[in-house]
């Protein structure tokens, strides 16, 4: 079973920048299909961001061009770069990851992925 340990959540303000980390033990992201999702209280988890086993990235329209979901070289630590953040991304973020190739129409599905971590919570604030 695969860890996957989320940081960087925290509180900004309309308009600002957080960077969030998902670090991985015991594999490289390369193995697998990774994707970011967020989740408000008493709504469905959605799906943010996802890098595929061959680097191709899908979004969501809602956070296209202001998020950009990015691994580092050694390919241990998944990133979601959050830029020009607004109150409606507000929320519980995920990283979650499946060892097995997820097709492109699913890749922002929770269904398509077995593994979680934990969560880091984002407050945006107006």
């Known amino acids: 079973q695969v860890q996957l340990v989320e940081s960087g959540g925290g509180s900004v303000q309309s308009g600002g920048s957080l960077r969030l980390s998902c670090a991985a033990s015991?594999?490289?992201?390369?193995?697998?299909?990774m994707g970011w999702f967020r989740q408000t209280p008493g709504e469905e988890r959605e799906g943010v961001a996802a890098?595929?086993?061959?680097?191709?990235?899908n979004y969501a329209d809602s956070v296209k061009g202001r998020f950009t979901i990015s691994q580092d070289s050694a390919k241990i630590t998944l990133y979601l770069h959050m830029n020009s953040l607004k109150p409606e991304d507000t929320g519980m973020y995920y990283c979650?990851?499946?060892?097995?190739?997820?097709?492109?129409?699913?890749?922002?599905?929770?269904?398509?992925?077995?593994?979680w971590g934990q969560g880091t919570q984002v407050t945006v604030s107006s």
């Open positions: 979650a990851a499946n060892r097995l190739r997820v097709a492109w129409w699913a890749r922002l599905l929770q269904t398509a992925y077995n593994n």
């Open positions: 015991g594999y490289t992201y390369s193995d697998y299909s």
């Open positions: 890098l595929s086993r061959d680097g191709t990235t």
